[in-house]
């Protein structure tokens, strides 16, 4: 199968991002290179978020189509929000290989570590690692793989905890409206919130 990397970048003009593709062996050795020189006469590039995927090229392909309109010229520029392209990436399912704090992750932190949210916790953090697997505590027969810093993919899809938790609860019909994501699963039988930091 087809799988690669999709990859999203910004400039040094607001508001203008890269999307691209790249082997999942080359995309260290392509950001290097593009935040090294630029392209398409654009410098300042710098890596935001990039996710394997299969059928990498038509994906990418999808998605340049749709914002076509936005597009500069027939680069691979576009003047389009960042964070929605991150959610349809998102959306497509797969493994999320780079992905760069936003401003309001980064205000959230510094306001408060203990912040009940998916920002206060992340895996990498606790020492896990892509591919490794936590449980729903409520309920053991949901397993999630994690995929990236603050991200498991589950039943196909990927998801943030908190977010992924309340899905759960509706399905086992006791909703929630608030819940903090990392205190209700367990890695190695120790819930998420009570692993120690790895000092790195």
Do not use: C
């Amino acid at each position: 199968m087809d799988k690669g990397i999709i990859y999203l970048m910004t400039t040094a003009v607001s508001g203008l991002i890269k999307i691209g593709k790249t082997e999942t062996k080359n995309f260290e050795k392509r950001f290097y290179h593009l935040e090294g020189n630029g392209y398409y006469n654009v410098s300042g590039l710098t890596r935001y978020f990039a996710i394997e995927v299969d059928e990498y090229s038509d994906k990418e392909v999808l998605l340049q189509d749709i914002f076509e309109k936005y597009r500069l010229a027939k680069s691979e520029l576009f003047a389009v929000d960042i964070k929605l392209v991150k959610r349809l990436l998102l959306a497509f399912g797969g493994k999320v290989i780079y992905e760069k704090d936003s401003d309001d992750e980064k205000n959230n932190k510094n306001k408060s570590i203990k912040k009940e949210g998916d920002n206060a916790f992340t895996f990498y953090r606790k020492g896990i690692k892509n591919g490794e697997k936590i449980v729903f505590k409520y309920d053991e027969s949901v397993v999630a793989e994690v995929v990236g810093e603050k991200h498991v993919s589950f039943e196909g899809k990927t998801w943030l905890l908190t977010t992924l938790a309340k899905e759960i609860f509706v399905r086992l019909g006791t909703p929630k409206k608030s819940f903090y994501g990392a205190s209700g699963f367990t890695y190695d039988g120790t819930t998420l919130l009570d692993l120690p930091d790895k000092t790195l």
